[in-house]
């Protein structure tokens, strides 16, 4: 990461987990000069109403995304693969409940 | 709060098309909106959708930042600590707004020091309703009724803007924003129910001040609008300022008669063969007035923020400062 210029704090991602038990989920961003201050940050702005009972925030430049550009190409080969769904095969009622 | 319908900027010509490549890339962009998909960060978007939003987005988020001061006017002069922290936490949510707000800006490619520069250089703008006055208690709990319900009924549709980031950060906020609303009206109700004539009269006061400002809120009439046909065109507007206005006196008629106040309308009346109130015609001079610069508390207001910023200028540098040399540390070792 670049150094941090005067004014301008870096960006952090924040991740809120709702209650233990689920999972951490993307709730938004702020800007916070270092790490430790990202976390007390992100429990003001994000977890003022209980909203969760874990954060994790993690500096923006470290996300490597894909490219909505390659969406096609990336996700479309699942569509005709209906066969890994448990709805694809069709069983005697008597043991359908597998 | 508070987005007020942000299209009070000037009017811009939209560049024409460089290429048929950029042609095609827009086709397929207008496909997208027309399907209902929502635009993320990312996505290929047409320079005037990104213009439009970066000035709608920042304009909300200043507005909400603003939009601490008036009320926070009065947090050390709540009449019950009950009622004092109710205004902190709701003054503390405006800050939240404008947090998301910002963050969602950002990603169209704008930064946070430019905003607040236009901000504190006064170019950009910020919703008008705040640069009127607080000149009593009632004037807290008609804000949270009249104010925010307002915000409400022009952020409502903005929860499905086709730009998902910000829809995403309005659905945070409305969430938030019923709080405001009903803890204002309660406060409005226990005086009216529960008060003596002096504050009866102060509610009213209040409510005589606050009306006018509020239904300019949604801002200029549909045939004046500069930005509303593209907007709507491009599902960032879904429902036009004179619908949400009317929305609004129609939904504020009944509960003024909870509350036992008037409005200030002689010409406020039902009109039965449309199915609405009729009301009367809004000062729209004065509303550029405000806009312009010449509202009542207009310098006030920006005083205020610029003199926040630079006084809060040793804590962000003492903040890096502290991360450089932590950081520094762990190189070291």
């Known amino acids: ?98 | 709060m508070y987005t007020q319908a942000m299209d009070t900027g000037p009017k811009e010509e939209r560049q024409a098309l460089r290429s048929a490549e950029e042609a095609a890339l827009e086709a397929r962009f207008d496909a997208r909106i027309d399907a209902g998909t929502p635009i993320e960060a990312k996505d290929w978007m047409p320079a005037h959708y990104r213009k439009t939003l970066v000035r709608q987005i920042s304009q909300h988020a200043h507005s909400e930042i603003v939009g601490m001061l008036p009320e926070g006017n009065w947090i050390t002069r709540a009449p019950t600590l009950k009622r004092k922290t109710i205004l902190l936490a709701k003054v503390q949510d405006e800050a939240g707004h404008g947090l998301y707000l910002y963050s969602a800006a950002e990603t169209l490619g704008t930064s946070r020091d430019e905003m607040l520069a236009a901000l504190h250089s006064g170019k950009a703008k910020y919703s008008s309703i705040f640069n009127y006055p607080t000149l009593s208690w009632a004037d807290v709990g008609t804000i949270g009724w009249l104010v925010d319900g307002a915000a409400i009924m022009n952020q409502v549709p903005l929860t499905r803007c086709s730009y998902a980031p910000y829809a995403r950060a309005m659905v945070r906020i409305c969430r938030e924003e019923s709080f405001h609303q009903r803890q204002g009206f309660e406060s409005l109700l226990t005086m009216m129910q529960h008060g003596t004539d002096a504050q009866r009269t102060m509610v009213q006061d209040a409510v005589d001040r606050w009306w006018w400002p509020s239904l300019m809120m949604f801002g200029p009439p549909d045939a004046e609008s500069t930005h509303g046909a593209q907007s709507a065109r491009w599902g960032i507007k879904r429902i036009s300022n004179d619908d949400l206005r009317q929305k609004f006196v129609d939904a504020c008629v009944e509960q003024a008669k909870v509350l036992g106040v008037t409005l200030p309308d002689p010409a406020l009346r039902w009109n039965e063969a449309r199915g609405h109130h009729d009301f009367g015609p809004i000062d729209w001079a004065e509303f550029w007035r405000v806009v312009g610069g010449d509202g009542p508390c207009n310098k006030e207001r920006l005083d205020a923020r610029v003199k926040a910023w630079d006084e809060g200028a040793w804590v962000r540098d003492a903040a890096l400062a502290h991360a450089r040399k932590h950081a520094t540390k762990e190189q070291a070792a």
Request: hydrophobic share 35%; charged share 25%; net charge negative.
């Open chain 1, 1 to 98: 990461m670049s150094e941090p210029t005067r004014n301008d704090w870096p960006l952090y991602e924040v991740f809120i987990r709702p209650k233990a038990g689920l999972d951490h989920k993307h709730c938004g961003s702020l800007h916070a000069p270092d790490a430790a201050l990202a976390l007390q940050l992100a429990r003001e702005v994000y977890t003022r109403r209980q909203e969760g009972c874990s954060v994790w925030v993690v500096p923006s430049s470290q996300i490597t995304a894909s490219d909505p550009g390659d969406k096609d190409m990336y996700f479309d080969p699942a569509e005709d693969k209906v066969y890994r769904h448990p709805s694809f095969y069709t069983l005697p009622q008597a043991v359908d409940h597998l």
